[in-house]
């Protein structure tokens, strides 16, 4: 089955500690993008990327670092910069061209401890 | 900038009721429209879309018609079911970059 898989589902860090969140497609889509959801807040958009080896900063790109070496995956990094990073991180992908849907993972919670 | 307006939830209705929920838009151009869902502790669905005005979309008794004279592309269900209590996102695509920009979505509880 196609998708998009993202792990783990829950993750918890320590202060100071930089962590990473895996995601993985398998539908052959070029573009790919990390959110945060925070509650009454909706999606926000931290990066995103339309091209291996190419991305760009969405609007809370800071504290955040990601990578797009293989056209499959999208893995974010949480720093130690990011003050607040209890939320709720979704990926999702896309299709090129104009007015494409995304398709979006099952996200993973990241805690504080 | 472009954005979207959704109204503010929560929506409580009972089983069978009719549900709107709103969603008005700012855009240069023309944009793509979509409905996605959430249900709890889930990804997000896409429940339907359009991409020129005066198309409905529609999906799993939910429509939704793009309306570009009053901006607006409302999400409608003659009859909401318990399994229907979700979190419902409006959201749009009007430029070149794929990227959408998002309501803050809408809660809707049905209680049987």
């Known amino acids: 089955d196609g998708g998009i898989t993202q792990s783990p589902k829950y993750l918890f860090r320590k202060e100071g500690q930089n962590v990473t969140l895996s995601c993985e497609q398998n539908l052959n889509h070029d573009a790919m993008y990390w959110y945060r959801q925070d509650p009454g807040q909706g999606l926000r958009l931290i990066y995103y990327s339309q091209i291996v080896n190419d991305f760009q900063k969405g609007d809370i790109a800071e504290g955040y670092s990601v990578s797009r070496e293989k056209k499959e995956s999208f893995p974010l990094t949480v720093t130690s910069a990011q003050k607040n990073p209890t939320a709720f991180y979704l990926c999702?992908?896309?299709?090129?061209?104009?007015?494409?849907?995304?398709?979006f993972g099952p996200g993973t919670r990241l805690l504080v401890l | 900038g472009d954005s979207v307006t959704q109204m503010e939830g929560p929506v409580t209705l009972s089983e069978e009721a009719f549900l709107t929920i709103n969603c008005t838009y700012t855009?240069?151009?023309?944009?793509?429209l979509f409905w996605y869902v959430q249900y709890p502790g889930e990804g997000l669905q896409l429940l339907l879309k359009?991409?020129?005005a005066d198309d409905k979309g529609s999906n799993k008794g939910f429509e939704a018609t793009y309306r570009k004279e009053t901006t607006s592309f409302h999400l409608e269900k003659g009859s909401v079911q318990v399994s229907d209590s979700a979190v419902y996102f409006c959201?749009?695509?009007?430029?070149?970059?794929?990227?959408?920009?998002w309501g803050l979505g809408t809660s809707l509880a049905v209680n049987p």
């Open positions: 959201a749009l695509n009007a430029g070149n970059n794929r990227k959408l920009i």
């Open positions: 999702a992908s896309s299709t090129s061209g104009t007015g494409v849907s995304q398709y």
């Open positions: 855009a240069t151009g023309y944009p793509s």
């Open positions: 359009a991409t020129k």
